[in-house]
């Protein structure tokens, strides 16, 4: 099982950026899939997760800000991040997993991270 990050980067506040993540090794299909985030000193926690129907959810600062897609034919998951701020800054994971799994901060499946730098 392989789940790739990528498209981390610097941004100034109020930028955008767009994590892509592919996966392989797995039914991508029958997986929900989330976004997790680590800013240095705090917790992992979700960031956005979608089911495998498409359902998505938010953590409540990122709503109205970041939106979260699969494409299952290409085996891929992006979170698109737009008005960022620096509290936004941290090492962003892709995850995979049973949606409780996912929503729950226990999916089956973590990939690398990638870093996400929000200027000031």
């Known amino acids: 099982v392989q789940l790739q990050a990528s498209g981390g980067g610097l941004v100034q506040t109020g930028g955008s950026l767009r994590l892509s993540c592919a996966a392989s090794?797995?039914?991508?299909?029958?997986?929900?899939m989330g976004w997790f985030r680590q800013a240095p000193g705090k917790q992992r926690g979700l960031v956005a997760s979608?089911?495998?129907?498409?359902?998505?959810n938010y953590a409540d600062s990122v709503k109205g800000r970041f939106t979260i897609s699969r494409d299952n034919a290409k085996k891929m998951v992006a979170l698109q991040m737009n008005s960022l701020r620096p509290e936004d800054t941290a090492v962003y994971y892709c995850?995979?997993?049973?949606?409780?799994?996912?929503?729950?901060?226990?999916?089956?499946?973590w990939g690398q991270g990638t870093l996400v730098t929000v200027s000031s």
């Open positions: 995850a995979a997993g049973g949606y409780s799994d996912v929503v729950s901060s226990n999916p089956d499946y």
């Open positions: 090794g797995f039914i991508f299909g029958n997986y929900a």
């Open positions: 979608i089911s495998t129907g498409g359902s998505t």
